[in-house]
């Protein structure tokens, strides 16, 4: 198995050879924040928080970014939506290697419902977030960062899947 | 992705990440991380292969479990396929990222953040 791909590497110097002359600083931390788990995984609340562009089908057409229930870059998506509904407007992957055609990939919803049904974990929280990722790290920490802890309050949830694409 | 993970973390929510983009994630840090070296697209599994994602799904949860400290990563198993090309093309000249369609809605988003930069809406 060769070593994993260096993005940032790579993407620097990809878009460096596209003509944009200043790379992309990727947010950096020496030490990182912890917290132990509060209650057994199986009496445990679980959300997802995805920056996978999840969305539900329409009848008549696309969901508007700038929907009512959208604060700054973060939105929610009733946990019970029917996986037939859920798609990805995601265009930020490796469209030649792979496509976005089964939400499960990125956006474990079914998974972790079964995950509920075996008792390893207790219950779905009633919301799971999204979060459009943007190139301001400072908007993603003092404005969505903040939002999507105020809805997990909000919902009492325990823990909290994290899901790029 | 892994500055909301950092910030539910500091205030008391614990997290797991997954994810196929282990330098990126690992410069930034995060609490618990699985990592799958697959392509951009799979972050919790193969694509339609319940049995990995409910594998990595596991490990995630096993993480939360044991994991003592922060920037714990585990690396879940899974080849993507036998051939590497899609890591040696990824960000190439030879592959471009985005194209067609992809890439014009990528432009179109980049102008309206100028514009609203501008306006000072931002």
Same mark, same amino acid.
């Given at each position: 198995m060769s070593a994993p791909v260096r993005y940032i590497d790579r993407t620097r110097d990809y878009y460096l050879g596209q003509g944009y002359d200043k790379p992309y600083e990727w947010a950096h931390h020496e030490d990182a924040p912890f917290t132990p788990l509060t209650k057994p995984l199986s009496e445990s609340r679980v959300a997802i928080v995805s920056t996978s562009d999840i969305a539900v089908k329409k009848p008549d057409g696309d969901r508007d970014r700038d929907n009512e229930f959208a604060v700054g870059n973060v939105y929610s998506l009733p946990s019970? $939506?029917?996986?037939? +509904?859920l798609y990805s407007r995601q265009e930020h992957y490796d469209q030649h290697a792979t $496509? +976005? &055609? &089964?939400?499960?990939? !990125? !956006?474990p919803v079914s998974r972790l419902g079964e995950l509920v049904d075996r008792g390893r974990i207790g219950e779905l929280a009633p919301r799971f977030h999204g979060v459009y990722t943007g190139y301001s790290k400072r908007k993603t920490a003092e404005i969505d960062a903040p939002e999507v802890l105020r809805r997990c309050i909000e919902d009492e949830v325990d823990l909290a899947v994290m899901t790029p694409v | 992705m892994s500055l909301v993970a950092r910030h539910l973390e500091a205030n008391g929510i614990p997290t797991v990440m997954f994810g196929t983009a282990k330098d990126i994630v690992e410069h930034c840090g995060v609490a618990r991380f699985v990592f799958l070296?697959?392509?951009?697209?799979?972050s919790c599994g193969r694509s339609f292969d319940a049995d990995h994602q409910h594998q990595i799904l596991e490990l995630g949860m096993q993480l939360l479990e044991h994991?003592?400290?922060?920037r714990t990563t585990v690396q879940a198993s899974g080849?993507?396929?036998?051939?590497d090309a899609w890591k040696q093309l990824i960000f190439t000249d030879d592959q471009p990222f985005l194209s067609g369609q992809a890439l014009e809605n990528w432009m179109t988003a980049k102008q309206r953040y100028r514009d609203k930069k501008a306006a000072g809406e931002l």
């Open positions: 019970d $939506t029917p996986i037939d +509904l $496509t +976005l &055609d &089964d939400v499960n990939a !990125y !956006y | 070296d697959f392509p951009l697209g799979n994991a003592t400290a922060p080849i993507w396929n036998d051939d």
